[in-house]
């Protein structure tokens, strides 16, 4: 069975940054998978997180920054891709140039399932 979206579903959030989830719980009732397509300013961050849920990140242009770990950080830039793993505490932010990328989660995002601190 072939099924076609025709629009995305814009999910708010704080900060200026913009959601557009093409496939996922909120957008098509999928509970497997979702995908978003994410624009982030400059310098923008959110709290920290603990999801349930492996996040793969594809950034088209711009940096993604993603604290984890003891105090370490990694940048993706353009034509980079990351994967966060489940039950992982971890904090995403942008550069000076703001972001444009995809994220892909496993299980599909959930407000739920995101843990994030408070």
Known sequence: MVTRYTEPVRIPVPGGKIIDEHIGAASTG???????HMQAPPNWSEPFQTPEFDEFTVVLSGSVIVEHGAGETTTVTAGQSLKT????????STGPDGADYFAVCMPAFSPETVNRDE
Request: aromatic residues 6%.
């Open 85 to 92: 793993t489940a039950g992982e505490r971890i904090r995403y």
């Open 30 to 36: 999928e509970g497997q998978v979702s995908v978003a």
